[in-house]
């Protein structure tokens, strides 16, 4: 349910700089973390059905991000051009 609500929100544009960092956090704690469980062990990276919370919002949100960073030093060398 956490990939849906983040990828829901890079949708509707609501996409933050904590959304990045808190779902790419939480992804990847995640999965080690399943990971260290015996009977578990490597297929959270292995079995397609754990791919749809990596596939779907991750490059998303990787593309919205640097979207937003692209803006933000955009507008900040704009501004320091047009000050001077």
Not at 35 to 42: E, N, R, T
Not at 71 to 76: E, F, K, N, T
């Amino acid at each position: 349910m956490i990939p849906l609500h983040a990828l829901a929100l890079t949708l509707m544009g609501r996409f933050t700089s904590r959304l990045y960092v808190g779902y790419s956090s939480w992804y990847a704690i995640g999965t080690l973390a399943s990971m260290q469980v015996p009977f578990v062990g490597f297929q959270p990276v292995r079995t397609s059905e754990h791919m749809g919370a990596l596939g779907i919002p991750e490059p998303n949100i990787d593309l919205s991000y640097l979207y937003l960073l692209t803006i933000s030093q955009v507008s900040l060398a704009f501004c320091k051009s047009s000050h001077l």
